[in-house]
């Protein structure tokens, strides 16, 4: 489902970041596990279409990302990639059912509110859907940032360090939605993190 080839990226500062090969098939959990600076979160970037790498290709789905305009990358992302940011960018004035609604019209998608219902039901918010972001425990709200990132029914999940704030319950929780998402969907996961307990986890580790 993704497939990335010599890919390398330079930074207007002169730095520059050379990746290796990797693959990750539908429904597969992939962990990119490297220290700051490694170039965890250009690689999630460069693989959403959020970046263009001076060399090399990434394909998902059978579509080479890097051959598109930026008009038509923008589309397909919303209609095949979910992401989940190391700060949660919610819609602060809306509640959750209507975050989760506004995510599917940003990607393009029909409205679904029984999709949307399952999600929330499937990861505990259900009884939160009329509540503010902001209300949320922090817990609830990697929950609920999982939900968005799912209600476009996304072939491919990019996260960025979505444990790093997380104790150890919360952690395992959030493995537990990952595995029932991969299950359940044939959803792909691409997690980039420098949490070693997130290791024993993953089909594939993918070291930085």
């Known amino acids: 489902m993704v497939a ?5 990226y330079h930074y207007p500062d002169g730095k520059t970041f050379i990746f290796n090969d990797l693959v990750c098939a539908a429904g597969e959990k992939m962990l990119v596990l490297g220290v700051s600076g490694s170039g965890k979160t250009s ?9 263009r790498p001076a060399t090399g290709s990434i394909r998902i789905n059978n579509t080479e990302i890097t051959a598109l ?3 038509t990358m923008d589309r397909f992302r919303g209609q095949n990639i979910g992401m989940i940011f190391q700060q949660h960018y919610f819609f ?7 975050n989760l609604v506004a995510a ?14 399952n999600l ?11 509540s503010k972001p902001t209300a949320l425990s922090q ?9 968005r990132a799912l209600a476009n029914k996304p072939l491919l999940v ?7 704030s997380l104790d150890d319950r919360n952690c395992e929780t959030f493995i537990d939605m990952i595995m029932k998402s991969t299950s359940s969907n044939k959803t792909g996961w691409v997690i980039a993190s420098h949490d070693n307990r997130l290791k024993e986890h993953f089909d594939h580790v993918y070291g930085l």
């Open 69 to 71: 305009s930026a008009r």
């Open 139 to 147: 817990g609830e709200q990697q929950r609920f940032s999982i939900a």
């Open 43 to 51: 690689l999630l970037h460069l693989i959403a279409g959020i970046l």
């Open 104 to 117: 599917q019209k940003l990607s393009g998608s029909e409205s679904d509110r029984q999709h949307l219902d």
């Open 158 to 164: 990019l996260a960025d360090e979505p444990t790093s």
């Open 120 to 130: 929330m039901h499937e990861f505990g918010i259900f009884k939160l859907k009329n």
């Open 92 to 98: 602060h004035g809306m509640d959750v059912m209507e």
């Open 4 to 8: 990335v080839n010599n890919l390398r």
